[in-house]
């Protein structure tokens, strides 16, 4: 059974950092492409950033030079670095696994809410 379990959100205030983490079992992460999401309430899942398994990265122009994601596949499990947080990062933040030729795995997503 796969399970990916996100951990490491919470209130923080503006301008503060918070990391992520999403520890999968059941998968082995280093030869899936991993990508964190967050869903704002009333707002579309948007893609903040992907880790592929080659070590290429990509963000969402919101957070580039803010967000880092990074992997430790002997403790497989997948990090998000968030510095320089501001309001309109509040939201619920998931971990994705997927490659070609398998399904997508998702967890069920960290709380993350910047106010003062």
């Known amino acids: 059974q796969v399970q990916l379990v996100e951990s490491g959100g919470g209130l923080v205030q503006p301008g503060g950092s918070l990391s992520l983490s999403c520890v999968a079992s059941g998968i082995f992460i280093g030869i899936y492409t991993m990508a964190w999401y967050r869903q704002a309430p009333g707002k579309q899942r948007e893609l903040v950033a992907t880790l592929t398994s080659g070590g290429d990265t990509n963000y969402a122009d919101s957070v580039k030079g803010r967000f880092t994601i990074s992997r430790d596949n002997a403790e497989n499990t997948v990090y998000l670095q968030m510095n320089s947080l501001k309001p309109e990062d509040t939201a619920v933040y998931l971990c994705?696994?997927?490659?070609?030729?398998?399904?997508?795995?998702w967890g069920q997503g960290t709380q993350v809410t910047v106010s003062s």
């Open positions: 994705k696994a997927y490659k070609r030729a398998s399904r997508d795995y």
